[in-house]
């Protein structure tokens, strides 16, 4: 099962494989091209009813991208993102609204929608997130490593989320302080 705890979808498809830390064994969780439609259907990359045709390329295409994003992150990569945000601009179109306004309309292709819409998500997130507000649920302590974004007022955000790592660490240092006392 999925869990969309990152904040931003370019750190969700990060988190499509656990743990993150090297040489550990991975477990994969876009084993398929079917599991890939579910998840960018979750993370809110394509809608529910949104045409999305599931294929092996697409899945690669997609992998791909997940193998920038910490490349990208260290300043490094940047022309490879940059030549596929580009692939998916020119398959966008632009939409004229109301007082000369327009939206722009990612993804036109069904075979590429999710990882066109991913590259513009990585561009997104390099050019207008904090990144200074990033984080790594932490694995000493528990945590299982993925990314997120600490949001929080005071910027003290520890686990990527309270309803699993964060609770799995605290019943953890609670058993271990009741053992101490016997």
Not at 62 to 70: G, K, N, P
Request: hydrophobic share 40%.
């Amino acid at each position: 099962m999925f869990s969309i705890v990152g904040g931003h979808p370019a750190l969700d498809l990060a988190n499509t494989v656990a743990p993150r830390p090297p040489g550990a064994v991975e477990e994969e969780y876009l084993p398929d091209p079917e599991a890939l439609v579910r998840w960018a259907r979750l993370a809110g990359v394509i809608e529910a009813d949104e045409p999305a045709e599931p294929s092996a390329a697409a899945l690669a295409d997609v992998l791909a991208l997940r193998a920038l994003i910490d490349p990208v992150l260290a300043g490094q990569q940047l022309d490879v993102l940059l030549r596929r945000w580009a692939a998916a601009i020119e398959r966008s179109r632009l939409i004229p609204g109301p007082h000369g306004s327009a939206t722009l309309h990612l993804g036109t292709d069904p075979a590429l929608v999710i990882g066109d819409r991913l590259a513009n998500a990585l561009i997104d997130l390099v050019r207008n997130a904090d990144l200074s507000r990033l984080r790594t649920c932490p694995l000493a302590d528990g945590g299982c490593g993925w990314l997120f974004l600490d949001r929080s007022r005071n910027n003290s955000r520890r686990w990527c989320s309270m309803d699993d790592c964060g609770t799995h660490a605290k019943s953890r240092r609670l058993t271990e302080r009741r053992r101490s006392r016997r």
